[in-house]
């Protein structure tokens, strides 16, 4: 993602707000997902946990996770726009704010 980001839409996607929060939580579905819900070694180094222990759900704080996803979807949405708008111009015939990938052709 930081890579298409860079690339195709001009901004760097790690400084997109609550971006290690994010981090953080895509780094806990992995474990869960390929690591049978054991702290991999990537979770271990951005959440400071034991690598190899099962992922602790008391640890997890749903409410700020909650929180820290709208700001992060918030603030790549308006970058993501700006960096659109930069590279393709503005989209035809849509109130602001609503626009479809087929309107930047």
């Known amino acids: 993602m930081q890579k298409a980001c860079a690339q195709d839409l001009g901004f760097d996607s790690s400084r997109v707000s609550r971006f290690a929060t994010v981090n953080r939580l895509r780094c806990i579905a992995n474990s869960v997902k390929h690591n049978e819900g054991k702290v991999n070694p990537e979770l271990a180094v951005v959440a400071r946990w034991t690598a190899g222990k099962p992922i602790d759900p008391a640890r997890l704080r749903f409410k700020t996770l909650n929180k820290a996803c709208l700001a992060f ?14 590279k393709y111009g503005k989209p035809i015939g849509l109130a602001p704010g609503r626009w479809t990938p087929q309107m930047w052709a």
């Open 73 to 86: 979807l918030m603030d790549f949405v308006r970058r993501a726009e700006r960096g659109m708008r930069k």
